[in-house]
């Protein structure tokens, strides 16, 4: 590797703007998507005449009219000029790569070239980015009205246009003139092909890198039909710049609009493959979405998405053949890597995306992104639909589909053991009818669980030797040569499992259960001084912990004795060979028994039978270890003599000191107790829990770890709020990595939620950083998260993925509230904690019992089907409120900017009625002329909080733009902003009214209250 590929692919993508520009003297004045400060090159005088824009770290001075990147900045800061060469070049790339936290490579190529190329890359992608603004001028010439017109028709709006920096490509001649004119050469002209003739007279999209830096162009012919011979789509010919060895420029080698993902801290991307698909998109907000455009996503682009630190892909495939096929190479590709593939089912009526968007709306086009499901049980599905016979399945078609799906199984690089078995193979077990074991039986798999020897408990402290035999008759000779390291690992694993070593597998690590765990400490973000607790785990708490190549070297010295041959032919004992334990370690099919959950309570299987016998559960791979002092021994017997009607008071008993706003808050608290009691046996995601009010002191604290004691036996695991993004996903990853069931984020201040919490609540699997170090961790997602916290809002999507729990009293000073039922109800719920669980796990065994009946018009809450059914199911069986109908209030607890835009909409359709306006005549009217109405004194309120201007006498009208496009054709309280039409070239709008489907309904009646036949015979 030379030293500008390293550079390039290794050193810019971990840069941020703190990194390289940390001079005091800039004082930064944040401006959206670029930083203004003072320039440390010359004296100035406003303060603001350097720049830098965010993703692609370039910088100008608008006073010493020079610019460039990094590299100059770093080269300029030290006494140089422009880009520095020979020694200075490798010196500046040493001090950047430190800064990232690298080192350059001891075996890296320096050459005389290297800073040659570096110069060559920054000419070149300035070149095409004048030749992008170019483009787009061209596309408002008279002469080109016809593709404006297109693009019109495919749903883009002028300001859409501009905000995609959208082009027209003319003649090829009159792009080269242009080149000139600005100073370019004619070689690096024809090196880039950005005057290639192919383009003439298409629409021109730019594509970026992941940092929003020019990679090439792409084109779009303005029209259903394209001229003989011509594509409807193509690529600048090759703008790979070969000038010297190796690819300064690789075309297509990040997704197109990934930049604009990670822009909104993106890392759960959806990717098409249209570029107008793609672009109508983003621009009605879903910024989430990039586009492969080609059959599927190539090695570059993955490779790019790995060093962005993207979580999972949901693929969108064209509807076809075709699209089929490349979301089937794309999961291949994607298998493997860091990054989780999903796939979406097919479009309905054949629609592309953009079309489902323009006809249906956004609201159809999230449920079909909703519907994604795991990349290996999409291949699965495709493979089970290759070979489906016409009738019934024979014996010998289950065996030939089996064993060619091994087959194709085998080509996959898949490490992980629960997706294995999770996502690829049970989907087609299920659909031949078969159990795991016959499944198993036909694959040529052994299916027998190890059992523990000499009474030997499954788990243990790893610490203690008496928890495991201390000499072994095992003997296990030490070779060399083909093959002897393999036969060395296969009885190692033997002696471990014959020992009775307390050892599982999860997602292809070897781990075992501790307890007692070190705290978790993440350093304050906003006070880097200060040492910060992170997770703060209860006293005595199990958790699944990787087991350290220490502890498993005891453990390999314990269960075998190690020997070699001398060379007199005499054996003689040896300590275990490291390459062993690496192997050992390093498995990706391993012997031990998987573990897929740990808990301290009893629970179902998803057939409703009990798991109260403590120890391994081979069925469910979970793990049952009761807290010192609690009986279950005879947990079924009174769970089927308990009866509804003595289940339910007992069930209530424990909430009831504490004063709910609403009945149905009292059943949400009664659904975050058996929620993580029985989350292994819930299908899909589970939503948050968020227990608030208006003042302190209302008991948020106690109720949740009244629910805690009640499901696990421990007050809640907890960690505070404020961190960013990145600590967050950290912490997340700690906790599911752990195997720990919930967790409380204690006393939010304002507002919450954020890319890793809502990717916790969308996703089965959770891929994230784990704290500490620099690695990914992916596993199962069975953290069920709960909140507390006064006037709690919520960012972004995360409204729709809560149920409340509002504690209101009418006491000034609740804390001295009296007269309690149980004046110490922790030490009542501990004490009682047998026969309450007994209560809830009589009642839902029986209504599973029952068929899991449901009221004929029950609605299940979007994203969250599984818990909806089994959770809400059971309550309103029971004749209680139902603990969903508290999510109307959430939306009034929404970020600052949807609650704000929801009262401009009811305030412009009073003023406007159904008049449209642009967003030019309605800052003028509001700002430039006395008001006259209360009705514009409102509107004219609400802009200034959306989007007041620095002086805070006027409104920002293309800030607002951008506000209003994010929130086009959603509905907020019955309106519905609209796009009508342009005048003089900008964008018209219009609020509407909407009557929806449900509009009238009485929710509370319908779906709050439900007659349990059980409970009331009539």
């Known amino acids: 590797m030379k030293i500008v590929d390293f550079f390039e692919q290794q050193v810019v993508p971990k840069l941020s703007v703190d990194d390289v520009y940390a001079q005091e003297i800039h004082n930064w004045i944040n401006e959206g998507e670029q930083l203004k400060g003072a320039c440390p090159f010359h004296k100035s005088k406003s303060g603001g005449s350097f720049s830098v824009e965010k993703s692609s770290l370039k910088w100008y001075c608008q006073g010493c009219k020079v610019g460039g990147g990094p590299v100059q900045y770093i080269h300029m800061l030290n006494g140089g000029v422009g880009t520095p060469h020979g020694s200075e070049y490798v010196e500046t790339i040493r001090i950047l790569a430190e800064k990232a936290g690298l080192e350059i490579p001891g075996g890296i190529k320096h050459s005389p070239k290297d800073s040659e190329a570096h110069h060559i890359i920054e000419v070149r992608r300035a070149l095409m980015e004048s030749a992008s ?44 003139r242009y080149l000139i004119s600005q100073g370019f050469s004619s070689k690096d002209i024809a090196a880039t092909w950005v005057a290639d003739p192919k383009m003439q007279g298409y629409i021109v999209f730019p594509w970026r890198d992941e940092r929003g830096r020019m990679l090439t162009f792409y084109g779009r012919w303005p029209g259903k039909n394209t001229p003989p011979g011509m594509p409807k789509t193509i690529a600048l010919s090759n703008p790979k710049m070969k000038d010297y060895d190796g690819d300064l420029v ?135 639909a290759a070979h489906k016979p016409e009738a019934e399945w024979t014996d010998k078609g289950k065996v030939d589909l089996i064993r060619t799906a091994k087959q194709e199984f085998e080509k996959l690089s898949i490490h992980n053991a629960y997706e294995q078995e999770m996502f690829f193979w049970k989907p087609i077990a299920d659909a031949l009818g078969l159990t795991k074991e016959e499944l198993a039986g036909i694959r040529g798999q052994q299916t027998a669980e190890p059992e523990p020897v000499n009474g030997t408990s499954t788990t243990g402290n790893p610490t203690e030797p008496s928890a495991f035999t201390t000499v072994s008759s095992i003997s296990i000779l030490i070779e060399s040569g083909q093959g002897c390291l393999s036969r060395m690992v296969d009885q190692a694993e033997n002696a471990l499992i014959a020992g009775g070593y307390p050892l599982f597998q999860r997602v292809n690590e070897i781990v075992l259960i501790t307890r007692n765990s070190p705290r978790i400490t993440v350093k304050d973000v906003d006070k880097p001084d200060e040492d910060k607790a992170g997770i703060r785990w209860p006293e005595g708490q199990p958790q699944i912990s990787q087991v350290s190549p220490h502890t498993l070297h005891e453990y390999l010295d314990q269960s075998a004795c190690w020997q070699k041959i001398s060379k007199k032919g005499d054996p003689y004992n040896t300590s275990v060979p490291k390459s062993v334990i690496d192997c050992v370690i390093a498995r990706p099919e391993k012997k031990f028994r998987t573990i897929m959950a740990l808990t301290e309570t009893p629970t179902l299987r998803p057939d409703g039978s009990l798991i109260s016998e ?73 939503p948050l829990t968020a227990v608030t009010a208006s003042t302190p002191a209302e008991g948020k604290s106690l109720l949740c770890d009244t629910m805690a004691m009640i499901s696990s036996g421990r007050m809640f695991p907890r960690m505070s709020s404020g961190l960013n993004n990145e600590e967050d996903e950290k912490r997340i990853t700690a906790l599911c990595r752990s195997g720990t069931r919930m967790v409380l984020v204690d006393n939010v201040d304002g507002g919450f939620g954020n890319a890793s919490w809502d990717a916790l609540l969308t996703g089965l699997m959770w891929t994230g950083r784990v704290l500490g170090v620099s690695e990914m961790w992916s596993g199962p997602n069975l953290l069920v998260p709960y909140l507390t916290g006064n006037n709690v809002y919520y960012r972004g999507d995360m409204a729709r993925r809560v149920v409340p729990i509002n504690l209101h009293s009418d006491s000034e000073d609740p804390e001295k509230r009296t007269g309690f039922t149980h004046p110490n109800l922790l030490s009542w719920t501990q004490k009682n904690r047998v026969p309450l669980v007994c209560a809830y796990l009589s009642v839902l065994q029986k209504f599973i019992r029952a068929g899991n009946p449901l009221p004929t018009d029950f609605r299940r809450l979007g994203g969250f089907e599984g818990w909806s059914d089994l959770i809400r199911g059971v309550i309103l069986w029971m004749g209680l409120p139902d603990p969903e109908l508290g999510r109307d209030d959430v939306k009034k607890n929404q970020d600052p900017q949807t609650n704000n835009f929801r009262l401009l909409l009811k305030a412009w359709r009073t003023l406007f009625k159904d008049e449209p306006c642009t967003l030019a005549s309605l800052v003028g009217r509001l700002f430039d002329t006395p008001i006259s109405t209360t009705e514009e004194a409102s509107v004219r309120e609400l802009l200034l909080t959306l989007a007041p201007m620095k002086t805070g006498k006027s409104c920002d009208s293309v800030k607002l733009g951008y506000i209003f496009r994010r929130y086009k054709d959603r509905i907020l309280d019955g309106h519905m902003l609209q796009q009508y039409g342009t005048r003089g070239g900008s964008a018209a709008w219009q609020v509407t009214k909407v009557v929806t489907p449900d509009a009238g309904k009485p929710k509370a009646k319908a779906q709050g209250h439900w007659t349990n036949p059980v409970l009331d015979p009539k």
């Not at 593709?147 to 501009?162: K, V």
């Not at 082009?167 to 080269?176: A, I, L, W």
């Not at 479009?347 to 006809?359: A, Q, R, S």
Request: glycine share 8%; net charge negative.
């Open 133 to 176: 603004k170019f483009f787009q001028a061209n596309l408002r010439a008279k002469e080109n009205e016809y593709a404006m017109e297109y693009l019109a028709g495919r749903g883009l709006t002028a300001d859409d246009i501009e905000n995609l920096e959208l082009g027209f490509f003319p003649h090829q001649e009159n792009v080269r």
């Open 250 to 384: 690789h075309t297509k080698c990040s997704p197109l609009y990934l930049d604009r993902a990670l822009r909104d801290k993106h890392r759960d991307i959806v990717a098409v493959e249209g570029l107008l698909d793609a672009a109508l998109l983003q621009v009605r907000g879903d910024t989430r979405v990039v586009a492969y455009v080609g059959a599927q996503f190539t090695h570059d682009q993955i490779d790019t998405m790995c060093r962005a630190g993207i979580n999972s892909v949901i693929i969108c495939p064209d509807p076809d053949s075709g699209g089929d096929k490349g979301a089937i190479v794309s999961v291949k590709s994607l298998i493997g890597t860091p990054i989780t593939p999903y796939v979406t089912p097919r479009i309905p009526e054949g629609m592309d995306p953009d079309e489902v968007v323009l006809k249906c709306g956004m609201e159809t086009w999230h449920k079909v992104v909703d519907a994604a499901q795991h990349g290996l049980s999409y291949l699965a599905e495709q493979h089970i």
């Open 614 to 686: 403590p120890g391994f559960d081979t069925k469910t791979q979970i793990l049952f270890e009761p807290i010192r002092g609690e009986d279950w021994s005879d947990l079924q017997a009174k769970c089927d003599a308990m009866t509804v009607e003595q289940a339910r008071p007992l069930i209530l008993e424990a909430f009831l000191d504490f004063h709910f706003q609403e009945e149905f808050h009292r059943s949400a608290a009664i659904a975050g107790t058996l929620t993580p009691m029985v989350r292994s046996i819930i299908t899909g995601n589970v």
